[in-house]
């Protein structure tokens, strides 16, 4: 009897495991825009910090313990040193606990080290050159393109001096005031 359940639970898991994956990348993961501390993100789990991260209720934690209890009671419940269930049962728990807590940890060392916040890009623009691709009016607001980082963007701007810069000339970022950044022709 043991032996099926651990075969369901194993099964089960890798069904779903399965499952998402296919779902994910044929249906492109979009996110479901609620706000419960997961930043929209269902992979992310309840967690209450608004970043992306594994908490212990996530659907990819409870997947992999679940595999990893079906997979572990097989193997025990094949052992005869374990074959009880009264031992394979709580060394598979052991085992599941111990795997989901290490997918746990991946994912958060994953997620924490691909982290970063646009600001400490943003102070490096200062001094950059940029293009003018829509005028800058008199007093007014136009857009620049700038390349960091290999990737081309685009922000609003101003002249420093208040007058009209032209479409296509090449200016130098001299400031940034919240996303407003302040240009001067080269």
Not at 170 to 182: D, H, N, P
């Amino acid at each position: 009897m043991e032996y099926f359940v651990y075969a369901v639970c194993f099964g089960v898991g890798l069904l779903f495991a399965i499952v998402s994956a296919f779902m994910g990348h044929l249906f492109g993961g979009h996110d479901v825009h609620t706000d419960i501390g997961t930043g929209g993100h269902a992979e992310a789990g309840f967690q209450d910090t608004g970043m992306p991260g594994l908490s212990p209720f996530s659907p990819t934690t409870i997947t992999a313990f679940l595999t990893a209890f079906g997979g572990l009671g097989l193997i025990f419940s094949k052992i005869e040193a374990t074959r009880s269930p009264w031992i394979s049962a709580p060394l598979a728990i052991v085992g599941a606990l111990a795997i989901a807590a290490g997918v746990i940890w991946l994912f958060g060392t994953v997620f924490h080290n691909v982290d970063s916040s646009s600001e400490s890009r943003v102070a490096t623009l200062v001094g950059m050159s940029a293009t003018v691709i829509t005028p800058i009016p008199a007093s007014g607001v136009g857009e620049i393109a700038y390349v960091q980082a290999g990737s081309r963007y685009s922000a609003p701007a101003r002249d420093e001096r208040g007058a009209p810069v032209a479409n296509g000339q090449t200016v130098k970022i001299v400031r940034i005031v919240g996303s407003q950044f302040y240009v001067a022709p080269i």
